[in-house]
């Protein structure tokens, strides 16, 4: 599964994907990284949240095929904007990757799905002030 990572490159406040669009993959932030992904809310324009190093995304969108709801925005932590010119590199498994781990070992597919349920039903609670958690 190791072979399956590939490192992207991305410079300091890129978008990772724009609200709409379809993950082309999982991304996943390395420990110890001085950089954060923001997600935005396209229907309020504030952040929705705040993801740090550890944290995976991009789940929901491969795993139900359906596009972002929200644009993810990289970059350096305040402390850390003295390194903005230098690449941020965030770990990436492709969707057609992730479609043959998830077939090959069914528990972590089930541990994919409903976490990414939790997750878009928690932001939606954010949002909204209303949420549908199972």
């Known amino acids: 599964m190791l072979s399956y990572i ?11 994907v724009f609200a709409g669009d379809k993950f082309e993959g999982i991304y996943m932030m390395a ?4 950089t954060k992904v923001i997600v935005i809310s396209p229907c309020f ?20 095929d359906v596009p972002s709801k929200y644009t993810y925005k990289i970059s350096y932590q ?5 390194y ?5 590199y965030i770990c990436h498994i492709a969707k057609e990757h992730v479609i043959k781990i998830v077939d090959k070992y069914p528990g ?7 976490r990414a349920l939790r997750r878009l039903s928690y932001w939606e609670f954010i ?8």
Do not use: C, W
């Not at 420990?31 to 001085?34: G, L």
């Open 6 to 16: 590939q490192i992207q490159l991305f410079k300091h406040n890129e978008n990772v």
């Open 31 to 34: 420990k110890n990284m001085k």
């Open 45 to 64: 324009g504030y952040n929705l949240a705040i993801l740090k190093h550890g944290s995976f995304f991009g789940d929901a969108s491969v795993v139900f």
């Open 78 to 82: 305040r402390a850390y904007l003295k």
């Open 84 to 88: 903005y010119a230098k690449p941020i």
């Open 108 to 114: 972590f597919g089930n541990f994919l799905r409903h």
């Open 127 to 134: 949002e909204t002030g209303e949420a549908q958690i199972e």
